[in-house]
């Protein structure tokens, strides 16, 4: 398989309910990226991991939580989630320089569509 | 620091005529541009991107976009509007040792028959 995937590709859950979403890039990229796109929002930044750095928005609630086990798997795991996180959650991956930086451009996967009862 | 506007929210062609997408940016850095499409339900795809070579830039579907570093701009432009052009579209810049990338809030591209 090529390019960024991401499982599942729906999600409906309860607020109570634990789960998490997975990306997976096949690219030999060493940066992975969590975004959360909400209709009528702007595109926000939810987390970056980067050459073994991870930078976080602050502004995201501690009920989203992230794992980077390697370069090439990202996870989000979601507990205790409120109808307003009912989005569609991209995964992104892009190669990041030695120097720092990112000027190479970001590969999406299709996104979870989550929604949140 | 960075930061990027798209200058419309909206924008309403009819098939077959040009299409404009404005976009002004602003960098501390020698900035990197690209341009994502986003058809509905779907994830982002790179349409173009520029990065210090050639200042018009060439993409996918017939989209090219110039870099202006006097206006800092990046219009993304085509000549001529198809129905599957419809979609949303985002500028981005990213530059210097961020591993942030900054985009617009997006331009919603119309296309009436």
Known sequence: ETGVTQTPRHLVMGMTNKKSLKC?????????????????KPLELMFVYSLEERVENNSVPSRFS???????????????????????????SSQAGLAGGVNNEQFFGPGTRLTVL | AQSVTQLDSHVSVSEGTPVL???????????????YVQHPNKGLQLLLKYTSAATLVKGINGFEAEFKKSETSFHLTKPS???SDAAE?????SGGRSYIPTFGRGTSLIVHP
């Open chain 1, 24 to 40: 997976e890039q096949h690219l030999g990229h060493n940066a992975m990226y969590w975004y959360k796109q909400s209709a009528k």
């Open chain 1, 66 to 92: 992230p794992e980077c086990p390697n370069s090439s798997h990202l996870f989000l795991h979601l507990h205790t989630l409120q109808p307003e996180d009912s989005a569609l959650y991209l995964c992104a």
């Open chain 2, 21 to 35: 997408l404005r976009c002004n940016y602003s960098s501390s850095y020698s900035p990197s541009l690209f341009w």
């Open chain 2, 81 to 83: 509007a198809h129905m």
């Open chain 2, 89 to 93: 579209y985002f500028c981005v810049v």
